[in-house]
C-alpha cells in the first residue's frame, strides 16, 4: 500500500501560481503512473495531469499550458505547478497513483492522498 499526502493548497489570486506537492511512502520504489485530479463543490472528480517514470505525460485540455506536472522520484514527490489560475480551478486537489482498473484519465487508481483545497479569487 502506498501513502499519499498532498500539500501546497491555499487561497490565491487570479492569475496567480500555486506548487502542489504529493509525496508518496510505503515503497522503496516510486509508484508509476502518478496524476493529480480535483474535484469542485457540486461537481464530479476530474482528471488533472498524469506522469509515468519514463516521461509520457497528458493534461487535460483544461489546464493544458497553464498546469505543469513533475517527478522527483529520488524524493518520491509528484509537483503540480499551477501558473495562470482562474476562479474555475478552485477544487480539492487529489493526488493519485498506480491505475487498478481503466484509463489513465478516466479509470480507478489504487491509491489516493486526502485532498488539498486550493481557492482562487475572482
Known amino acids: 500500500q502506498v501513502q499519499l499526502v498532498e500539500s501546497g493548497g491555499g487561497l490565491v489570486q487570479a492569475g496567480g501560481s500555486l506548487r502542489l506537492s504529493c509525496l508518496a511512502s510505503g515503497r522503496t520504489f516510486s509508484p508509476d503512473p502518478m496524476a493529480w485530479f480535483r474535484q469542485a463543490p457540486g461537481k464530479e472528480r476530474e482528471f488533472v495531469a498524469v506522469k509515468w517514470n519514463g516521461g509520457r505525460t497528458h493534461y487535460s485540455d483544461s489546464v493544458k499550458g497553464r498546469f505543469t506536472i513533475s517527478r522527483d522520484n529520488a524524493k518520491n514527490t509528484v509537483y503540480l505547478q499551477m501558473n495562470s489560475l482562474k476562479p474555475e480551478d478552485t477544487a480539492v486537489y487529489y493526488c493519485?497513483?498506480?491505475?487498478?482498473?481503466?484509463?489513465?484519465?478516466?479509470?480507478?487508481?489504487?491509491?489516493w492522498g486526502q485532498g488539498t483545497q486550493v481557492t482562487v479569487s475572482s
Open positions: 493519485a497513483a498506480e491505475i487498478a482498473f481503466g484509463s489513465w484519465y478516466g479509470g480507478e487508481y489504487r491509491n
